[in-house]
């Protein structure tokens, strides 16, 4: 094994050398270690963001699988590799996207040009630099700053405006309509969330997510983690979530039974492919801070003591794994509620998120702040 | 020049570009969305001077929720530019008015010796664990919550009073109430009524 990594590492840091040196020629000897500081935060970013669009494509191949099953069907499974049966169906996404990536982008004549590239692009940048922030294991992180919490409600916060710009620059009636309704629900469950959010904030005492996941660890396993303290919100920021990400049962942005396609039928070909990327990207970071704020993070939900009675200390670890193991629960049970869920009126969706959410989330503020000054708050000393 | 200098420069000019296309834009839709670039913009500036706390609000405040309601209200209407600039030269003098005097306390405090402002020095580096977010809360809960809590009271009267607004009765606005719908029965919309059988008429 080290016969094999001692030569790949030399020759990594031969080339580090090298961009090193050429980067001193360029920039200058005053400059050059912020350069090379800024270079090495952009391969980190790419490193987090590749494996996050190769996750995006199978995650829509998940989806159409897991609802093929559950409606009793078998989902695709001829797109393989090489010909290769038992393969079938796995390069569905591959052959998918560069089906999107050949058709032309139809832009409508009536348009405004600009706004109507630029909004897939602000639709998608919320989704992916949010993931700066996100711990993936304990000492994995891009930027552990010290208000995380704030600044993924910040960033998400802006996602709106992709959607609410390809509405307005479609010059569709349909379109704008798909926009202002995705961008009211979206304005309205952001409260919840950051109500819920703020719940876990106080739970944690700090706003950095690493020191969150820290502040859920313990004896006891799973039994340790907010999901308990604060289920209610949990519930909360799950359904919120699932609005947030406009998918079923709170998609009537897209409502195609009313409005076509809502804020994207214009689109087309790549443009439209972004807009989708964007969603389904929005889904995996939705369930990765569900996980990180409610489910512990990258903690095992094994306690030591059970998992060596059992002969299996291994388990008790806590690594990047068990993330991706509560990530992918989370973001299956999103397809599963697709798969089972009606669509909602809109006026129902605006009656849950402002008059059952919003007391709800309040009520548990309040609450929450007087448990933890109790004995009964058990979660930590 | 610093690295740090070169990402100053960079940021200003693209925030004095947005400033500057914020009153240029033709586009209501296009100047609105300058100054979000603005906003954010600033942002980045702020965190310079390590204000994270400061930053990370401005956006999400700004940017999350200001700025979408006014680009909300800003794509539905539906404006007239003939009939706007009619109106130019009557609001000139206001304008320039506060122009003038805005110019005037830039000037104050940018311009050497007399504002005082001359020597203000780059905020030290600051300790790894120094927490931006703590200090900010522990200022704002202790030596300042008496400001701190009659502003918060303020924004909550104006809360209330643009909810009162709302709240004006229609007479002509129609809405489902589920709770009748699902309750009526089939004697509150249909009568069954009988009726002789109808003989054809004979030619």
């Known amino acids: 094994m080290n016969t094999l990594v001692q030569p790949l590492m030399n020759f990594g840091n031969w080339l580090w050398g090298l961009l090193a040196a050429v980067v001193v020629w360029i ?25 996050l669009m190769g996750a995006v494509a199978y995650l829509t191949l998940w989806e159409r699988k897991l609802i093929g099953w559950m409606q009793i069907r078998i989902g695709p499974n001829r797109v393989t590799f090489f010909g290769l049966r ?7 996404p591959v052959a998918d996207g560069l089906k999107l990536m050949v058709k032309e982008v139809v832009i409508p004549a009536g348009a405004n040009k600009t706004l109507f590239v630029l909004a897939p692009v602000m639709a998608i940048m919320p989704a992916l630099a949010a993931w700066a922030v996100i711990p993936f294991s304990p000492s994995l992180v891009l930027a552990d700053i010290d208000a995380g919490l704030l600044y993924v409600m910040a960033i998400t916060s802006v996602g709106v405006y992709g959607i609410i710009i390809a509405g307005w620059a479609s010059n569709s009636k349909y379109a704008f309509l798909g926009a202002m309704r995705s961008a009211a629900q979206m304005v309205s469950y952001e409260l919840a969330m950051g109500f819920a959010l703020v719940c876990v904030l106080m739970a944690a005492q700090s706003l950095n997510l690493g020191e969150i996941v820290r502040m859920q660890q313990g004896n006891w396993g799973f039994l340790n983690w907010f999901w308990i303290p604060l289920f209610p919100m949990f519930l909360v920021y799950l359904i919120a979530g699932v609005a947030e990400t406009n998918r079923a049962p709170f998609d009537v942005a897209e409502g195609e039974s009313e409005i076509v396609a809502g804020f994207h039928v214009e689109y087309s070909g790549m443009a439209f492919a972004v807009f989708f990327l964007a ?53 299956s049970s999103f397809l599963w509620f697709r798969a089972t869920f009606p669509r909602y009126r809109y006026d129902q969706i ?9 007391p709800l989330t309040i009520f548990w503020i309040v609450l929450l702040g007087a448990w933890m000054q109790t004995p009964l708050w058990v979660w930590w000393q | 020049m610093t690295f740090n200098g070169i990402i100053f420069y960079l940021f200003s000019a693209i925030l004095l570009f947005a400033g500057l296309r914020v009153i240029t834009a033709r586009n209501p839709v296009h100047a609105a969305l300058f100054l979000v670039l603005a906003f954010f913009t600033s942002a980045a500036i702020w965190m310079q001077l390590q204000a994270e706390f400061l930053a990370i609000v401005l956006v999400l405040v700004y940017v999350g929720a200001v700025m979408v309601l006014f680009l909300f209200v800003v794509m539905m209407l539906d404006i ?87 709240l004006r009765r229609r007479k002509e606005t129609k809405y489902q109430d589920p709770a009748r719908q699902v309750s009526v029965r089939r004697e509150d919309r249909m009568r069954l009524v009988k009726m002789r059988p109808e003989k054809k008429e004979q030619r």
Request: aromatic share 12%; hydrophobic share 60%; charged share 10%.
């Open chain 1, 86 to 92: 038992w393969l079938g169906g796995l390069a569905q």
């Open chain 1, 279 to 331: 969603e389904y990207a929005n889904m995996i970071l939705v369930s990765t801070l569900c996980s990180v704020m409610f489910l512990g993070g990258w903690l095992s939900p094994i306690p030591l003591a059970i998992a060596s009675a059992i002969g299996l200390p291994w388990l008790a670890a806590d690594s990047f794994g068990w993330l991706l193991v509560k990530l992918f629960v989370v973001v």
């Open chain 2, 80 to 166: 007239n530019l003939a009939r706007l600039r009619e109106n130019f030269w009557s609001y000139l003098p206001v304008g320039a008015f506060v122009a003038i005097v805005l110019v005037a306390e830039m000037v104050l405090v940018l311009a050497g010796k007399y504002g005082g402002f001359a020597g203000v020095p780059a905020p030290p580096p600051l300790p790894p664990g120094y927490s931006n977010t703590k200090e900010l809360g522990r200022l704002v809960y202790t030596e300042y919550v008496y400001a701190f809590e009659i502003a918060a009271v303020i924004l909550l009267v104006a809360i209330v009073a643009a909810i009162a607004i709302t």
């Open chain 1, 350 to 358: 605006m009656r849950l998120g402002w008059k059952v959410f919003l």
């Open chain 1, 27 to 51: 920039f200058g000897q005053e400059l050059a270690p912020s350069v090379m500081h800024a270079i090495k935060i952009l391969l980190l970013i790419v490193c987090i963001v590749a494996p």
